[in-house]
């Protein structure tokens, strides 16, 4: 963190009422942090969790946040739980709800996870392309109140933002997890997140209600990859489940897994039975812009361990080329930079 700021504090904008509000980001009139007036407690002190929590009021609507640490979990977990009452209209403008995370980086680089893949772009807002300044003398008048310059881009999963530290020799940063929410905005070493937004048209309430929010943000020293950001993201967006069961006698091992990625650059994008017939369809991608062959272990309750193995299209349909194959149990196929592939096993 920078000396004096802030990690995580939720900030309210208004913006100036304006044309297609649904769709466009208007002029910021006003920016209030919520950085005051809240009511404090404590609802986890133990050797496993630790937990703040954080009650604000502001306008009509009221917040609850709450920043917590788990043991052996990398990251900072926040748990919003907002009464969104907040209503814009023709007359006030657009009221708007971000968090923000200044990081005590010099030279940012941001990346942003996109489908299969993840995009760098600038961390100064005024290199981001706007589609709005194309439209100001088409659909409105050159003179409405909108932002020509709202630096508001899309992500998934995550997004990174990654420069020097004074406090090392290696590149550090951090990784913006959310499960929800996908505007982003970059400012120097500053990320943020846009969580609620009022617009009036053609919605007249589009977020009034109560909704529940999850973000963390995940720190790293030394050379960032997509690879671990990309797994850091699912982590946070599919938790691992633990059920209680009774003893039960068997034959299986303590540990046994049906499938295993050996290529930390490849993921799993889907696995399913073939659309026409018994065989098992195996869908990988490759996130960091690099030609691989992938490995992917699989359990005989999936596959036999030399089973037949063919690439196909996405209708699975096998391609004349095939690079597939499984040999004692693990499936190798060639992969490019940034592409998919599909493999039918028999």
Partial sequence: ?????????????LEAPHPMTAWIIGQIVKVAP???????EFPHAGPHMVAIRAHHKFGDSKFALTITLAAGVPRVDFNLEADWLERGTPETGVP???????????????????????????????????FTAKLLGQYFSNNAAVDPVPAEV??????????????TAEPAGATLLNDTKYGHSVNGSTA???????SYDPDPLPELGHHTIRF???????????????????????????VGTGMQAGKLPARKGCAEILTPNIMLSGMKKAEDGGALIVRLYETEGRATTARVKLDECLAAPDAAAVETDVMERPLKTNTAKMAKGTLSVKVLPFSMVTVRIR
């Fill in 1 to 13: 963190m920078p000396p004096g700021g802030r990690l995580g504090v939720l900030e309210y904008y």
């Fill in 34 to 40: 919520l950085t005051s007036g809240a009511t404090l």
């Fill in 96 to 130: 708007m709800l971000r968090v923000a995370f200044p990081l005590a980086i010099r030279q940012a680089i941001a990346s942003f996870e996109c489908a299969n893949g993840h995009v760098t772009r600038s961390t100064n807002p005024k290199d981001i392309p706007s």
């Fill in 154 to 167: 899309p992500a998934q999963k995550w997004m990174d933002l990654t420069g020097a530290h004074d406090g």
């Fill in 192 to 198: 943020r997140l846009t969580l609620l937004r009022s």
């Fill in 216 to 242: 963390a943000l995940q720190p790293h020293v030394g050379a960032w990859n997509a690879s671990e950001a990309t797994r850091a993201g699912y982590a946070f967006n599919l938790p691992f489940n633990v």
